[in-house]
Structure formats: C-alpha cells, structure tokens
C-alpha cells in the first residue's frame, strides 16, 4: 500500500520513443494490419492496400483515404465505393484487376494488394494483386500452413494460401461487413463472415457454407473470433449497436450484449486466463469490454468526448496479452491520429501511441521484439503507406507508478479564487519551504502557503500575467512572470522585485514558458505558428531560434531544467497531445497521448533523482500525470468539475507530488493535491482564509 491507502500500483505500460520498424513499399498502401503467428515461431504480418500507379494524366494516385480505400467513414464504419463494371465487362478478379470506383468523373482505380510481410526480418513474402479490400483476415494453422482471407468492395469474399499466394475459392458476401477467422473444436479452419441477416461460418479451404447464425441485423459490420481453452469457438457479430455471442458448434447464443447508443465499428476477442474471454466492442466514441460467456461488463473507455459525424480512416480494435497476466485493449478511431491503450483487466488507462499526424488505418498486437529489453508487445499501427511496429515497454519502478496512483484517489482542496486564474507556479520560500503563486485576471499575484493557504505576500504585476515559473539562478531562486510586453523577477522569500525587462514580442499565437539559457539570461518559449515554436531572448529583445522539430498545433507550453543542466520543454496540444522537447537540441524527444479535448495546462516538476514529472490538463476537465523519461501514464484524474486553465507541481524531497490546478470554470476554483495528506479536504474562501490568518 502507499501511504495515502492506495492499493500497489501496477507497473504502467507505455510505447516506445520511436517506433521500432516501419514496414513501407514503394508503390503498395499498407492498411488493417493482421498478424499471425506460425508454430515455428515465425510471425507474418498482413495488409491490404492499392497500388499506388500513376494516372493517365502523369498526377499520382490519391492518398490512403480516397474513395477506393473507404476514406469516408460514417458513425466509425467505413463507406467504401461501388464497384462497377469495367470496360471489358465485368470485374477482373485477382492478377491485374481494375477496379471502377465511386470518385468524381468515374477515373479508374488501380488493382488492390494483398502484402505478406515477415516481421522478423521486415521484407515481404508475398504480394497478391485482386481488387481492393474492406476488411482482411489471416490465420496460422497447426499444420504450418496459413490463410489469409479479404472482403472486397465488389462484395465478393476470397481465400488464399498466404505463403504460396494460391487461391483456394471465392464466394459472395455482405459489402462493408465483417470478417474473421478461426478454429472449429475438430480442428477445422473456418471464415466467418457477415450475410444478410446473419453470421455465414464457411470453411476456409472449400468456401462451403456450414452454418448460418442468425441476427436480427440485414448488415454486419463487425465479427470476432477466438477458441477457448476447452476446445469451443466463439464467433461475437455487431449488428447495430447491440453484439451477438455464439458457441459455434451448437449455434447456442451465449450472451446478447447491449449499452452502446452507436453502432458498433469493431469487435476483438481473447481467450482469458480464466477459460473464458474477454470482448471489446468500439463505436466511433466508446470502448466497451465484457467478460465471455458470462456477459458480464467490465469496463467501459471514452476515447471521444462527443460522437463523430464523419471522418477519414479505418478503425482499428485488437486484444492481446502479456506474460504478466494482463490483457491489452488498443483502439484507433476513425478519424483519429493517435492509438488509445487499457487494460482490459484493471481498467487503467494506459499511456497512447503517436502515430502521427493523418488518420490510422488500423492495428493489431504483435509479440514483443527480442532484442527489446523490457518489451510486453509490439503494436502495428498503419498510417496509410506504412506500418509502424511500436514496442511496448513496461515502466521501472523509477517512474513512480504509486505517486500517479495516489494523486488519481487523493482527496483535493478547493479554493475559491477572487477572479481567473492565468498561471500557477511552486517556488521555493523562507526556508525552501514551497510556496504556491498563482496570477489572476487585473494583475493581482498571490504567494501562498499550500498546506493551508495563508497568503504570504501579495505582489503587484502591472497587468495580466501570462505565465509563472521559479527559475534557479546563480544568486539564488526567483519568481518569474511574464505578460505580453513585460517579464518581471521577484524573490519568492522576501516578494521583493528583482528585475524587469521589456521585450517587443513577435506575431505569435498563444502558450508561452519562462525558461533560461543556462547563463541566468532568461528567455521565453512562444509559439510562432500552428506548427512552430520559438525562443526569444528578453534581455536583448530578439529571436534566438525556432526549434527544429514540428509541432502538433500547441496552445499550451512549459519549460524546466533538470539538475545535470538539461532542458525541457512541453508542449500541449489542440489536438489533446503533449510533446516533449530537447530544449538544447530544438528535437521532439517523446509524444504524450492521448487526452479528450486540447490540453490548454501543462506543467513539468524535476524529481531528486532527475527525473520529470509532466501535469497535463484539457478542457474536458482531466489531469493526467506522465513520467517524461518513459512516457509512461502514471495517474489519471477525471470529472474535476470544469476546463484546466493553469497547473503547477513540485516532487517533495521525499518523491511527494504538490499539485495544483486552476478551473475555468463560472466561478473559478484552485484545486489542490499533495499524495502525502497536509490537510482535509476542504472549502474556504480567502476572505475567510485571511481572517483566521490575522
């Protein structure tokens, strides 16, 4: 237990700084990644995509999310074209197919592709020309042999030997429906595919129909399938926003699984250490995950604040587990640049993967690399042309998993603020005792103590104050503040002004940091552009440099140095990331995701060992704690009551988190946090403070 009654925090799981491999050719999209797993211990991995040819006209093909690739998706499903005849009559199937889709003046489409990739080695086995596909299957089978099956837009559902590239059948299915693979209990390997009011098991070498389940649905956009431990195979079918679990042999339906208010985009299954399995069912806003055959609800993810009308994409749901015992739940949603990870088992967020700028096209877990020390698992995640191969990292026990616990169920205080909090920084006072200073609208700046909040010095700022930080310089610590025109020192200990400067500031959006060059100068991090960030040098008013590295829209920006001299910036994001910068070097060191909403807070507090600690807060009211060096997720903080505006965290000597964070809400409050308890929750107001002090 922690000292704040705390259960023992579990070792959180975050990705890798950069992905391990990128799997990427030059003239093939890589979407839906599946991956499977042959007895010798030989992983492949599969994707569909088009080729990417020029047009008639010389201009290259579309991007990923053209009409071919079901770009437009709606409610989290993909709406791929029609296909229509070609010239010659018909839609020439396998090698050499073209394909007519639904784009503006009917331009033909190239021929899709079916790669098979070796993971290990990262080259590529087999590619399969047919037309483009909806969605893709591939299965390993204990004789060696594997399969890999498509659902293409034409409606039709082929099979193919992955390894030689040979095509056992091709039969008619359900457009913009579902497919799976598995295992019947006599050792059969089956394709499960949506039909027209119902789930067509099929057999996977001949194509014949060997059972219909039936569902109350004509569409199914979603199936999933596992084997369990005893021998039985589950086949889990979205229809709508309710989710159908069958026992295959008996066509017995073992649970009807409802909660949804979306359709449901994408199913996953995974055989649990219990005999049974655990289901995750996503729409476009919601992950929900239930225990099989029991039905019952585990947990329930929000990765959207609000549900989507549109976007660009395929989602991506996958399952897998790790050899400590837990089950992983990651999610891409249409539309959406970044990967959510849980835990299936606890219900812990887990820190996201980046995957870049554009929309994902889908993901799927893979075995941990070997030459990864500390790896749990891999995760492909497709961009669109490429497949990132993101290694998974259990945190050491450095990061400080219980602190992050701990914050997530301490109690807070709440103070009335006398008008909006703009920024809110730690400094230390008389006898390094910390001291909380937070700027309020009309220029007002306040020093107090945080266990009880007795106002130590009220300081006057000239206007409004932009942004706080204690800046450690040669001649001891100050209190710096900087406003749109003016940067201001104070010592913290006495509230005496030390020093002033003007600076001319430059055509810049807002965030803005205090920071110094490592020589007591100080300097401001501003944001230049939607893209862009740079440093300003107040003492001789001009620009130093804009760091190299690219942004992802900042709004919000905090900067610290570590005590070997290094320095950090963070940056959040309207997108809901928080970047991580090499200060000296102007590179992205690590990407934090994901939140919500734009994170319009972040602040960074050096640990003894010399470590950071990252505080990010967005404006769906949500704080969560990030360990800079692993980007693990420590501790989340959800339902504070309104928009974070403003943040401040101090490590103690004994590793003690101070945290506090400012609402935008209509009457604002300061919240405060310590997970060593200082004093009970609690409600004053300053007035009230002010006139027990005296």
């Known amino acids: 237990m922690t000292r704040d009654g705390a259960g023992p925090a579990i070792p959180p799981i975050a990705p890798a700084a950069t992905p391990h491999a990128r799997l990427a050719t030059a003239l093939v999209t890589q979407l839906s990644p599946v991956r499977a797993m042959l007895p010798n211990g030989r992983e492949l991995l599969a994707t569909c995509g088009l080729a990417r040819a020029e047009r008639p006209g010389g201009a290259d093909e579309p991007a990923p999310g053209g009409a071919a690739a079901g770009g437009l998706a709606d409610s989290g499903v993909n ?196 005999g049974g399995a655990v289901l995750a069912a996503a729409t476009g806003q919601k992950v929900r995950v239930w225990s099989i055959p029991d039905g019952d609800l585990r947990h329930t ?187 201001r020192a104070w010592d913290p200990a006495t509230g005496r002004a030390v020093a002033e400067y003007r600076w001319t500031p430059p055509p810049r959006l807002a965030g803005l940091a205090v920071s110094t060059d490592g020589a007591d100068d100080p300097v401001l991090v501003l944001v230049r552009a939607l893209d862009r960030i740079a440093v300003w040098d107040v003492r001789r008013d001009r620009l130093v440099r804009e760091l190299s590295g690219r942004a992802r829209i900042p709004r919000s920006l905090a900067a610290a140095r570590r005590a070997d001299g290094r320095a950090l910036v963070a940056s959040g994001s309207y997108d809901g990331a928080v970047q991580l910068w090499d200060f000296d070097a102007g590179t992205v060191t690590r990407t934090l995701v994901p939140h919500l909403a734009p994170v319009k807070a972040v602040a960074l507090a050096v640990r003894p060992d010399d470590g950071v600690v990252v505080l990010s807060g967005d404006d769906a009211g949500t704080l969560r704690v990030w360990d800079a060096d692993s980007g693990a997720l420590l501790g989340v903080r959800q339902g504070l009551g309104g928009p974070v505006a403003a943040l401040a965290c101090r490590v103690q000597s004994d590793g003690g988190l101070l945290v506090a964070a400012a609402l935008d809400a209509a009457q604002p409050v300061v919240l405060r946090w310590s997970t060593h308890p200082v004093v009970p929750a609690q409600r004053v107001t300053d007035g009230a403070r002010d006139a027990a002090a005296t």
Request: proline content about 8%; some cysteine; aromatic content about 4%.
């Open 79 to 274: 709406a791929p074209p029609r296909v229509k005849p070609t010239p010659a009559g018909g839609v020439a199937d396998d090698v050499g197919a073209t394909v007519v889709g639904a784009v503006p003046g009917g331009t033909d489409l190239p021929a899709g592709v079916v790669t098979i990739w070796d993971v290990r080695h990262r080259r590529v086995l087999r590619t399969i020309a047919t037309v483009p596909a909806e969605a893709l299957a591939l299965y390993a089978l204990p004789d060696g042999r594997c399969l890999v099956a498509t659902l293409g837009i034409d409606g039709m559902i082929r099979v193919w030997d992955a390894l030689s590239g040979r095509r056992h059948w091709k039969r008619h299915g359900s457009p913009r429906g579902g497919l799976a693979m598995g295992e019947l209990p006599d050792g059969r390997a089956v394709v499960v595919a949506g039909a027209d009011y119902a789930v067509r098991v099929r057999d996977a070498f001949t194509g014949d129909r060997l059972s219909d389940l039936d569902t109350p649905s004509q569409r199914i956009p979603a199936v999933a399938c596992t084997r369990l431990a005893d021998g039985r195979t589950l086949v889990a079918a979205a229809t709508g926003a309710r989710v159908t679990v069958w026992d295959v042999t008996g066509r017995a339906v073992l649970a009807a699984l409802t909660g949804h208010r979306l359709p449901v985009a994408a199913l996953a299954l995974h055989p649990d250490a219990d």
């Open 301 to 487: 993810f929000t990765c959207r604040a609000e549900p989507p009308l549109a976007g660009v994409g395929r989602p991506g749901l996958d399952l897998t587990g790790t050899a400590d015992g837990r089950v992983l739940v990651a999610y891409g949603a249409v539309g959406a640049p970044d990967i959510w990870l849980w835990d299936a088992m606890s219900g812990h967020q887990q820190a996201g993967v980046p995957a870049g700028r554009g929309p994902t096209w889908g993901v799927t877990f893979m075995s941990a690399p070997p030459d990864v020390p500390g790896a749990a698992a891999m995760l492909g995640v497709s961009t669109g042309h490429t497949v990132r191969l993101w290694p998974l990292l259990t945190a050491p026990d450095t990061a400080g998993a219980s602190v992050g616990a701990a914050l997530a169920a301490q109690p807070a205080s709440v103070d009335e603020a006398p008008g909006r909090v703009s920024a809110l920084a730690f400094v230390p006072g008389q006898n390094a005792r910390p001291l909380l200073a937070s700027a309020h609208a009309g220029g007002s700046l306040y020093l107090r103590e945080p266990a009880g909040g007795r106002v130590a010095h009220e300081l006057g700022t000239g206007g409004d104050v932009e942004t706080l930080a204690a800046l450690h310089l040669a001649a001891g610590p100050v209190l710096a503040g900087a406003s749109s025109r003016t940067v």
